[in-house]
């Protein structure tokens, strides 16, 4: 018994029934296939551990916060309860009297002054400094100074602080002059360290291109690269603004002029030898925490920015 063959299909014969395709649809191969989610893509699996952690760390902040929230609103006597509770009722009166104590304008013109001045002077001089030192590290002596510079990063500052107030004591920059001045030395290690990196990244053909048009080394770095060194910037003037609107020691063993005292130090007020004022004084600390946040709010976009291109070489 012989198989037969198939009918043609739709009545077609000879060459047009051999170009119908009778094997019935197909599946679509493994490389048209849908690639499987990613992690936290849109039917992807959750990194709960990822996840936790991220909690962890928000709460380790948002935690704090209201409790400093909640107690610059109460009264004394409301603090005896759980610290946790809203207040009841809420008592902004603290706020006029932390402006009173620290003499707030006053105190924050100060620390403003000296912040200004250490952000300006970090930004104009580390930068040429990295620049100095990125584009010579095939030189001994360029790259001996920046691990030099690495090094000081773990030297504790207790160790010179004795050394440093005596010294500045002599030179007669026991001032607010002084104080911007060590902001800018002590913040040198850092900052050469993150400018470094994110020099790398810049292309040397954008130098070159400018030496060629008759730059000298000084027109380069200012017309060049300083200008692409914007988000770095902002980076590293955040940092130090944060510090030096923030810092409690350099200030305390350096400046000798009461007039001259800055924000920290004129919330040293509330801590007494047998009690802390809590309340007025967490009501100060959210007052000085306000010029902060307007800046950290203008400048997040470079920040961010240069964070992620100074890991990128």
């Not at 599946?27 to 048209?32: E, I, V």
């Not at 994110?198 to 130098?207: D, G, V």
């Amino acid at each position: 018994m012989t198989a037969t063959a198939a009918p043609p299909v739709g009545g077609l014969v000879g060459d047009d029934a051999d170009a119908v395709d009778t094997t019935g649809p197909r599946r679509p191969s493994w490389r048209n296939r849908r690639r499987a989610a990613e992690p936290g893509e849109p039917g992807g699996r959750t990194n709960w551990w990822l996840t936790g952690l991220m909690i962890f760390l928000s709460l380790s902040i948002l935690v704090p916060m209201y409790l400093v929230v909640v107690t610059a609103l109460k009264t004394p006597d409301q603090l005896s309860g759980a610290g946790f509770d809203l207040p009841s009722p809420a008592t902004f009166g603290n706020f006029g009297e932390a402006w009173r104590l620290t003499d707030f304008p006053r105190s924050a013109l100060n620390s403003a002054i000296i912040t200004v001045g250490a952000v300006t002077l970090t930004l104009l001089t580390n930068s040429m400094v990295a620049y100095a030192i990125a584009r010579n590290m095939h030189r001994r002596l360029f790259k001996g100074l920046f691990f030099y510079f690495i090094a000081a990063l773990f030297v504790p500052f207790p160790i010179l602080m004795l050394t440093v107030a005596k010294l500045t004591a002599q030179l007669h920059l026991d001032n607010q002059a002084g104080l911007i001045l060590l902001y800018t030395v002590f913040g040198l290690s850092f900052n050469v360290f993150v400018y470094v990196a994110y020099i790398h990244s810049i292309p040397k053909e954008l130098e070159e291109a400018a030496i060629v048009d008759g730059a000298n080394a000084w027109t380069v770095f200012w017309k060049v690269i300083f200008p692409l060194l914007r988000p770095m910037n902002a980076t590293v003037g955040i940092i130090t603004c944060v510090w030096a609107w923030n810092d409690f020691m350099l200030p305390l063993v350096i400046l000798s002029d009461p007039e001259a005292a800055t924000l920290p130090l004129q919330q040293y007020v509330f801590q007494a030898q047998f009690s802390t004022n809590y309340t007025v004084a967490f009501a100060s600390y959210l007052l000085a925490m306000v010029p902060l946040l307007v800046v950290y709010v203008l400048a997040q976009r470079w920040v961010i920015s240069g964070v992620t291109r100074g890991a990128i070489k």
